[in-house]
Each structure stands twice: as structure tokens, then as C-alpha cells.
């Protein structure tokens, strides 16, 4: 087996800020009170992922899951240990990251896969494919920064999707899609899923990992809880349990459908 990622005894330590103005920090300071604590987001971390392995990335808000996808992605290192990935990396790990909002739809696309490592005769060949996938019509020649959140998930998305990757990164992206762009996703994503490529899913939606993911690991303010078979992981975050304060509305309705 070819290993993908491998994480050992990550940590990646932030600083919290509690006053942002320069009259309030000199405030607090005077008063002998803190104006800012360091934590760790993720904290002593170890994994391995195999190619072609299709992990679920579980968790509260602030667990750390964003964190984790960051690193792997690069985008931000850890402060200790080792995290090591294997071959090209693609997919979307914040909607909208990498889009400049004065620029139209179009002129985000072409941006967008050449910072992605697309080439320009690789984009020739998939650009209509793109622009099919983001369905987004005319609003494409649009600034992106007059974009509602679902439509620029479905740009950052469609060009994420296109681009030839060992590993594809997946942080939420269809939170903010309507019911049919969420479908499409889930089934491109199965579709890199089934080509043997390695995924790494980030979602609140039990039933979308149980589909989607072979392994879970689930995060717990930034250590590592739980790491096995996505049924467990669910029963682990209490995920499965029924939820008191929406226990009359239906799963499509809370969005548990895929
Ligand atoms: N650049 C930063 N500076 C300081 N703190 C940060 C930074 N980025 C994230 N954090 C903090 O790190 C913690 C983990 O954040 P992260 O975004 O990884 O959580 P998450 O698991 O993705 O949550 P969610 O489910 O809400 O997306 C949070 O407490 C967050 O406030
Ligand atoms: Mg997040």
C-alpha cells in the first residue's frame, strides 16, 4: 500500500486576542488583565491515510478540522511534529479563498486553475466542463464579490473538481450549495473517490459521511477522539442521537439527505 498522508504529533498553536482596539489593549493592560492567551487548535495529532483511502473529518465548530485541511493543504504549517503528503493537492478548503472580488466569474476561473497548477492548454480543454459544472449562466461575467456564498462555492468548486490531484480536499463546500449543486458535488466527489484518489471530507452530515467515507477521524478541540469506521465515529460525536431542539423536522429538511 502507498502511504498519502501522514501525520506525527501535529500541533499547531494560535493566539486568541481578547481586545482589538489600541485603547482597550492599553486598557487591560493597565488593569493587569490579559489581553491575549495561546492555545493549541490541534494538538499532538497523528494519523496515516493510504491512497485512495476516503476519510470523513468530524467534529464541533472550533475543533480543528479547517486547521488539520490547512495543513495538509499547505496553506499553513504545523509548529511541531511532521505532516507529510504524497503527490498534487486540490479541492476547497474555504469558499471564496483565491477569488478576487472585483474580477468577474470568468476571469476568477482562469485565476483560479492556473494558481491551482492548471495549464493553459489543460484549461482549454476543461473549460466548458467547468462552466457547466458552476451553472452559474451570466452571472459569470459578474464581479465575484457581488457572488452569494453558494454561488462562489459552486465556482471554487467546479475548477476544484477539474484539476488532476492525488489528493482532493473537501472542507464543507456543500453547506452553502442548494439541494441539486449538493448532489452533483457528492457524485463528482464519489466519482474521485471511486478513481482511487485520496479524500479527505470535512462535514456535520452523518448520513453524506456514512456515504462518502470509508474511515472517520473525528476531533475533539484539536486532539484526535476517535479514528475508525464512519458508523462508530457518528455514534462517538452522538451524532445519530436525536437532535431535541429539531426533532420534528425531517433529515432533507436539516440537510442530512446526502
Ligand atoms: N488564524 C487563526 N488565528 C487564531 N485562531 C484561529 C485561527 N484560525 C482558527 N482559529 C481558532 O482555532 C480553532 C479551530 O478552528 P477551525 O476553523 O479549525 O475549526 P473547525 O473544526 O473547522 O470548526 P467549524 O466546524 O466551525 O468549521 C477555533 O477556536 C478558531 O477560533
Ligand atoms: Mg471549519
Do not use: W
Not at 493566539?15 to 487591560?28: G, P, S
Not at 476571469?107 to 492548471?118: D, H, R, S, T
Not at 466542463?129 to 451553472?135: H, L, M, Q, S, T
Not at 452569494?148 to 477539474?162: C, E, N, P, T, Y
Amino acid at each position: 500500500m502507498v502511504t498519502s498522508i501522514v501525520a506525527e504529533n501535529i500541533t499547531k498553536e494560535f493566539t486568541l486576542r481578547y481586545h482589538r482596539t489600541f485603547k482597550e489593549v492599553t486598557v487591560a493592560k493597565v488593569r493587569g488583565h490579559k489581553t491575549s492567551d495561546k492555545f493549541n487548535a490541534i494538538e499532538d495529532v497523528s494519523f496515516t491515510i493510504e491512497e485512495g483511502e476516503s476519510i470523513g473529518l468530524m467534529g464541533l465548530n472550533g475543533s480543528g478540522k479547517s486547521t488539520l485541511l490547512k495543513m495538509i493543504n499547505g496553506v499553513m504549517r504545523p509548529d511541531k511534529g511532521t505532516l507529510l503528503t504524497r503527490g498534487r493537492i486540490a479541492g476547497l478548503i474555504a469558499t471564496g479563498a483565491g477569488f478576487h472580488p472585483q474580477l468577474s466569474g470568468t476571469e476568477n476561473l482562469v485565476l483560479n486553475a492556473a494558481i491551482l497548477g492548471m495549464s493553459e492548454r489543460e484549461l482549454k480543454r476543461k473549460y466548458d466542463d467547468i462552466v457547466e459544472f458552476a451553472d452559474l449562466g451570466r452571472t459569470l461575467e459578474a464581479p465575484v464579490g457581488h457572488y452569494s456564498s453558494g454561488q462562489k462555492a459552486r465556482l471554487g468548486f467546479a475548477v476544484a473538481i477539474h484539476v488532476d490531484s492525488d489528493i482532493f480536499l473537501a472542507d464543507e463546500v456543500l453547506a452553502v450549495g442548494d439541494k441539486p449543486f449538493r448532489a452533483k458535488c457528492m457524485k463528482r466527489m464519489m466519482e474521485i473517490r471511486d478513481s482511487g484518489r485520496t479524500l479527505v471530507y470535512v462535514s456535520h452530515s452523518p448520513a453524506s459521511v456514512e456515504r462518502m467515507c470509508s474511515r472517520v477521524l473525528v476531533l475533539e478541540k484539536g486532539r484526535l477522539g476517535f479514528d475508525g469506521a464512519p458508523k462508530d465515529a457518528i455514534h462517538y460525536l452522538k451524532y445519530d442521537a436525536p437532535d431535541d431542539a429539531q426533532n420534528d423536522l425531517s433529515d432533507a429538511e436539516i440537510g442530512n439527505d446526502i
